[in-house]
């Protein structure tokens, strides 16, 4: 008796055993594990459910397209092998196109896609051609649309495919950087894309000036055409000739800006051209916005009076600059000033008086923190022996006798071994 119960009992416990085998999850249950499995953080398995979702019902829901990308990017992140990791991405890659046909294409999913794909392809040069054409077939069909990410995902690619000797269509590039940064500065770029962009078009784009005078140059009385002409010749460094004047010109009588005129500014000191440099600073101190703006821009002009040997004239920017901010720069400038007129303040005087120009030099870089100029100016000063036989007294004030009239406090020359 016992004996047949036993047998009885493994014969019931196999068919149950068998009977829970064939039992087949339905779409219910995979939709219930789905959900447990993707807040387990259990990605193997919620893909396993995913897919059986996917497969049966496409039109479910959304929300499995949604999720099911971020799914398959947890396991891209798991892995190290390679071609899991191109399965995975071709898998999320299909969901995006399965989710553009059933529900349509809107632009926040299309800057989704193309942001993935854009990653998933990257690292992947023979990739490349048909990365851009999709970079393309977006710009063209809504620029306005695409994610500033993207827009600067487009030029990434760009350099990278010249890095590889791929080859780039330089008038297609080109089209998109003047689209792209136009369309940047129109949307506000907090970011500062446009700078960004603009380092990787010239790793893209074999550029010079004298190719960015034929591209950009033609059309520079409109504003737009000089703008962009001139942010190419700043990047390059490139001379500004007749062309980027008249372009300067249209920019600063339409849209005068401080950094501008001030860029142009020391661009024409450094050329030499002084009456540019000057004309560029008034208009920079016109639209200065704070003193410390205006500081700057009066000592550029004191460094062109100083080219122009105008020193009283560099003197009193210098000192402009000094009333509007604690410039360094402009007392180092002044001290330099000083130096220079130790043989214009000679006249009649004795070596001491002569020699104060020096001391009023050294209190200049003193204010500048310019210690190697304090050490050139105070190696100038009277001796104790000249102070003496001229009957003066160390510590005394006295006016130095020349062009910038200034009080001093007599000091000595530190004798030298």
């Known amino acids: 008796m016992n004996k047949s119960i036993a047998t009885l009992y493994v014969i019931l416990l196999t068919a149950v055993s068998s009977l829970a085998q064939t039992h087949q999850p339905t779409l219910e249950d995979c939709k219930l594990m789905f959900q447990d499995y993707y807040y387990l953080k259990d990605w193997e398995k919620a893909k396993t459910n995913l897919e059986f979702i996917i497969q049966n019902s496409p039109n479910e829901e959304e929300k499995y397209y949604i999720k099911g990308v971020k799914v398959y990017e947890k396991l891209i992140k798991s892995t190290k092998d390679k071609e899991q990791i191109k399965e995975y991405q071709q898998k999320a890659l299909d969901l995006y196109q399965q989710r553009f046909t059933i529900y349509g294409k809107t632009d926040q999913i299309q800057n989704q896609f193309l942001s993935s794909i854009y990653r998933y392809w990257i690292n992947q040069p023979v990739r490349y051609d048909s990365l851009n054409a999709l970079f393309q077939e977006r710009f063209d069909e809504n620029l306005s649309a695409v994610s500033q990410s993207n827009m600067l995902a487009y030029f990434d690619l760009m350099r990278r495919a010249k890095k590889y000797k791929q080859t780039v269509d330089e008038a297609s590039v080109l089209a998109n950087y003047d689209n792209i940064s136009r369309e940047l500065r129109a949307q506000g770029d907090e970011k500062g894309y446009v700078d960004k962009i603009d380092k990787m078009l ?70 030499k051209r002084l009456r540019d440099a000057q004309k560029y600073l008034g208009i920079a101190l016109q639209q200065a916005q704070d003193p410390s703006e205006e500081s700057d821009a009066y000592l550029e002009l004191a460094k062109t009076m100083t080219l122009e040997q105008k020193k009283q004239e560099a003197h009193k920017y210098a000192k402009l600059a000094i009333s509007k901010s604690s410039n360094k720069e402009a007392y180092k400038l002044i001290g330099n000033l000083y130096m220079s007129s130790f043989t214009e303040c000679i006249g009649e005087k004795d070596i001491v008086a002569r020699r104060a120009v020096f001391i009023a030099a050294y209190d200049k870089f003193k204010m500048a923190n310019d210690t190697k100029g304090m050490a050139t100016a105070a190696a100038q000063f009277p001796s104790m022996e000249e102070i003496h036989s001229n009957l003066y007294e160390l510590g005394q004030p006295m006016v130095v006798d020349c062009w910038f009239k200034e009080e001093v406090i007599l000091a000595k020359r530190v004798a030298t071994e």
């Open 202 to 271: 010239l790793e893209a784009v074999a550029l010079n000036c004298d190719k960015i005078g034929e591209i950009y140059g033609q059309r520079v009385t409109e504003l737009d055409d000089a703008k962009r002409y001139l942010n190419m010749v700043f990047k390059m460094d490139c001379e500004i000739n007749e062309k980027a004047e008249q372009a300067l010109a249209v920019v600063l009588q339409n849209e005068p800006e401080y950094k501008l005129a001030m860029y142009a500014a020391k661009k024409s000191i450094i050329d």
